[in-house]
């Protein structure tokens, strides 16, 4: 009996890790979508590409000498935010300001067409073979029964859960306590009235962009340097489930696209863990069917007025 | 007059002939094009890599005694990337740059849907790697194999299972043609060998997480699991096992014996055992040659570069004794008789198998240094 | 000697296909309450949107405080003491009061700040006590009074507001009006579009009158109050 109890707390670990990195790239299209009306599809590559920069960073920092676990995932998380959140404010410049205002076909078109470019540019780049790190943190509690089942709890979950929250509520402070905060929220209700008060709207839609790609950096050098092995194709998956779980949460709202990640997570290890593997997409695509029936404007999404 | 006339026509008439006979000579004789269609990028990349180093050293070594038919052998790199849509592209290729050879491909899912293809169009197709039954059991006449089948690895893996007397065997596949056919042979086996099988299951490619499989395994009390597929996913899997707290055996097939995955999976790929093509670097009869290829910088004891660089000598062998590069006879050529290849002696039966392909797996175990040891089960 | 606080030389603007404004010219002088009326759809809404550069006229000019400003981008014209009160009001309603103020105070020092916010409480005490509601959850009166008081946080010198009265009660539109004349009394310029000619000729200096996107009259706010023709389309004889 209590075997079942602790298999039950594995697999909840393992949904609340899961559950994190959807989490944090779910906002992503969540800010985005509920900013400008458009599905960014070139995100998911986004949490890839920051899984290498991590990689390489790590790798250039453990070259130096250094090989305080704290000071690598550190290093390799400021680099990675810098930079895709400078990637994420150029990619709004470069893909999608250009056709704003245009066929929403366009912009998807734009966003999907840049998604395979970023997969092929890294692919090049770094070749599509797998790459692969020696873990970072090692070990972790275990509890239960030595004879029964045994849960484990690693370190560097236990890291990653309190990063994710910390990361959510930065970001929630952000947004609702500081004033560019409350621009963005501003702008995600009413554009064109944000601009009537004299705020650069393409200004705070470029700094949307960069809060989603930062927060998808800080997923993706967590989970890379968890997970130990990458590959230019592993945003595709994730950045799908993620946009279910934005879809999920309701899309448009911070803390839906937090609430539906966890939820993707959780039910997606249950599935694994207690059916097979097999039905853990159809259980997490049901979950969103079943809900979109009965709320669709998802758990904690509000009914739009059709943007512009 | 006349005799001028007579001069200028015996001088055009001689200039002719010497034009005519130079020409000849100049003609450079039309090169035999080999296409080798595998994995030369994405996820699987490292096998494409063995499959064209064997190939090319074959073609190179063709050519450095006088070509085939006394015409030059060009080898034509073609990628499927392992997918079978790609395989069908590269194989309309194939046929419409009218090339007659192919070496592969290497992904049975890449093979299936490209030997179509070939015997349709009468292309002589060799694969060196792939070993889902189905292949040779069309009854197709263009299609051959220089590795043994899965209906053979199946029960050889099986066997080696069962002498590592497990409790709990897990059977887990990748829902490829190939990972999912031998783990399917492999469960078979297992169970009408008395073993007890407590868990039969498929995981998506491509997925970052498996810790709730690991803790499945944990919960069943697994202490074997068998894994039909390739080494990126092997490796993942044996990577979040050891964190995640499980101590059990991991058992692979060919798809992901070579030590790509002990670099993705480090400490945890040590003790993995792999059935795979024997491997026959270690031949006193390949000597000379494993040290050529050192020399080029191939690893000969990688498992698909032996059986690549043998099916282009068997093939040569077979056009040189068909007399033509017609693939008809060529086809007929490949079956009339016994080949001493670098992967030992190669007869084939009217499928396309080698007789006696149930003898042509090894087990091997695989350690964190990345090296392999031969093991006897 | 009063400045010219707001200038239209010759505008006309075309909503996509639509002409909606044809060769207007116009102007606001400091201190002034000048009203523009005109049936539904005559664009009136146009003109002041395109004021503010949204959409951008395509011939003729519009000057702020005497320097250009055709052509500038909305964020940019918006940011220099012009501020407006949209038709329809369009208040953030997921956010609360303090924020709607907030964004309207979005580049205000903060001692012009607290000045504004005290003014805007005398002008509107029922702000204080909803200072944490959620505009969404207001009656239309309250929001209208949210959304100008959003304009005021910013110390404007030329007050845009676009159908004030519009949905509202009767005694709410008074209201409005007692504010509106407050504000002229304080010194701000206002430029008022109206649907409800007849409050908004009362209170107004001068008026235009705007038909199918062409000033056909132009006159002292007593005059057109007056005028046969105005009391005919607009007054209900």
Redesign the interface.
């Known amino acids: 009996m209590a075997?079942q109890f602790y298999?039950f707390i594995?697999?909840l670990?393992?949904g609340f890790?899961?559950g994190s990195?959807y989490a944090l790239i779910a906002i992503g299209y969540t800010m985005v979508y509920g900013i400008i009306g458009m599905i960014n599809f070139a995100h998911g590559e986004v949490y890839m590409i920051s899984s290498y920069i991590g990689f390489i960073v790590i790798a250039a920092l453990m070259m130096m000498g250094v090989d305080s676990a704290f000071l690598l995932i550190t290093g390799a998380m400021i680099v990675a935010i810098t930079l895709t959140s400078v990637y994420g404010f150029s990619i709004e410049r470069v893909a999608y300001r250009p056709v704003r205002g245009q066929n929403r076909l366009i912009a998807l078109i734009s966003a999907i067409g840049m998604s395979i470019f970023l997969q092929n540019y890294v692919?090049v780049g770094q070749?599509?073979?797998?790459i692969?790190m020696?873990?970072l943190v090692e070990g972790g509690w275990?509890f239960g029964n030595p004879d029964g089942?045994?849960a484990?709890l690693?370190y560097?979950r236990v890291v990653i859960w309190v990063i994710t929250i910390a990361a959510m509520i930065a970001l929630t402070l952000f947004v609702t306590r500081t004033k560019m905060g409350r621009a963005c929220r501003a702008c995600s209700e009413d554009l064109g009235m944000t601009n009537l008060l004299g705020i650069n709207t393409n200004f705070i839609i470029a700094l949307t962009f960069a809060i989603g790609a930062a927060m998808a950096a800080v997923a993706g050098v967590l989970?890379g340097t968890f997970?130990?092995?990458i590959?230019p194709?592993?945003g595709f998956?994730?950045g799908l489930k993620a946009f279910t779980a934005a879809v999920l949460g309701g899309i448009g709202s911070i803390p839906g696209a937090m609430l539906g990640g966890m939820l993707l997570g959780i039910a997606?290890?249950?599935?694994?863990?207690y059916l097979?593997?097999?039905y853990?997409?159809v259980v997490s695509f049901g979950l969103l069917i079943l809900v979109l029936l009965f709320r669709p404007y998802g758990i904690l999404g509000k009914p739009e007025v059709e943007k512009v | 007059m006349i005799k001028h006339t007579m001069k200028a026509l015996g001088v055009a008439a001689i200039a002719l002939a010497v034009a005519a006979c130079s020409e000849k000579a100049d003609e450079p004789k039309e090169a035999i094009k080999i296409a080798v269609a595998g994995p030369f990028?994405?996820?699987l990349?490292?096998f494409g890599e063995m499959q064209i180093s064997g190939a090319k050293k074959a073609v190179a070594d063709l050519n450095a005694a006088g070509g085939l038919l006394e015409r030059p052998v060009e080898l034509v790199e073609l990628d499927d990337v392992c997918e079978p849509k790609q395989a069908t592209t590269v194989a309309n290729q194939v046929v419409s740059a009218e090339i007659s050879f192919v070496i592969g491909h290497l992904c049975s899912s890449s093979t299936l849907p490209a030997s179509d293809v070939y015997e349709d169009a009468g292309v002589v197709m060799i694969t060196p790697a792939s070993t889902n039954p189905e292949i040779t059991e069309r009854g197709y006449e263009y299609v051959f194999r220089t590795v043994g089948r899965d209906d053979q690895q199946g029960p050889f893996a099986a066997g080696v299972v069962k002498s590592l007397a497990p409790t709990n065997v897990a059977v887990v596949h990748d829902k490829s043609a190939y990972g999912e056919g031998l783990a399917s042979q492999v469960n078979e086996n297992l169970k009408s060998m008395g073993v007890n099988v407590v868990m039969y299951?498929?995981?998506?490619a491509?997925?970052?997480?498996?810790?709730?499989?690991i803790?499945?395994l944990?919960?069943e009390s697994i202490d074997l699991m068998f894994f039909g597929g390739y080494d990126?996913e092997l490796?993942?899997i044996m990577?979040?096992g050891r964190?995640?707290?499980w101590t059990g055996q991991f058992v692979g097939g060919d798809g992901v014996s070579n030590n790509?995955i002990v670099?993705?999976?480090?400490?945890a790929a040590d003790g993995l055992i792999a059935t795979q093509p024997k491997s026959y670097d270690g031949e006193a009869s390949n000597a000379a040659l494993v040290a050529e290829f050192e020399a080029l910088g191939v690893n000969a004891s990688d498992t698909f570069v032996l059986p690549s660089y043998a099916a282009v000598m068997a093939l040569s062998e077979a056009i040189t004794a068909a007399g033509t590069a017609d693939t008809a006879a060529v086809k007929d050529a490949l079956r009339k008789q016994v080949f001493s290849t670098a992967v030992g002696n190669i007869q084939w039966d009217g499928k396309g198998d080698i007789v006696g392909g149930e003898n042509t797996f090894a087990a091997y175990l695989w350690k964190k240094d990345g090296t392999a040891e031969l093991k006897t089960f | 000697m009063t400045q010219t606080v707001l200038k239209f030389e010759n505008v006309s603007t075309a909503y996509g296909k639509v002409q909606a404004l044809e060769d207007v010219s116009l102007e606001v002088n400091e201190g002034e309450i000048v009203t523009l009326i005109g049936a539904n759809g005559a664009g009136k809404t146009t003109l002041l949107m395109s004021l503010c550069g949204d959409p951008q006229p395509q011939k003729g000019k519009v000057f702020y405080d005497g320097e250009e400003i055709t052509g500038k981008p909305t964020s940019e014209i918006m940011r220099n003491g012009i501020a407006i009160v949209p038709e329809g009001r369009r208040i953030f309603s997921r956010m609360t009061v303090e924020e709607n103020l907030n964004m309207g105070g979005f580049f205000t020092s903060k001692e012009d700040y607290d000045e504004a916010l005290k003014y805007v409480f005398r002008l509107f005490p029922r702000l204080e006590e909803r200072f944490d509601q959620r505009g969404g959850t207001m009656s239309g009166g309250e929001q209208q009074m949210v959304a100008i008081a959003r304009a005021l946080m910013s110390k404007p010198n030329l007050l845009l507001l676009d159908e004030p009265s519009l949905g509202l009660a009767p005694i709410v539109i008074q209201q409005i009006f007692e504010v509106i004349e407050q504000l002229r009394a304080q010194g701000m310029t206002i430029f008022l579009v109206e649907q409800n000619a007849n409050q908004a000729l009362k209170l107004a200096d001068r008026g235009y009158v705007l038909e199918n996107g062409k000033i056909v009259m132009h006159d002292s706010g007593d005059n057109l109050l007056v005028n046969e023709d105005v009391r005919k389309a607009y007054l209900g004889g």
């Open positions: 075997d298999l594995q697999q670990f393992n890790t899961l990195a692919r070749s599509s073979r797998d692969a020696p873990p275990t089942f045994e484990t690693t560097m989970l997970y130990g092995v590959n194709y592993v998956i994730l997606e290890a249950m599935t694994a863990g097979s593997a097999e853990k997409d | 990028s994405g996820p990349a490292q299951e498929a995981i998506t491509g997925e970052a997480d498996y810790s709730p499989l803790a499945k944990k919960a990126p490796a993942k990577r979040q964190d995640g707290g790509k670099e993705a999976a480090g400490e």
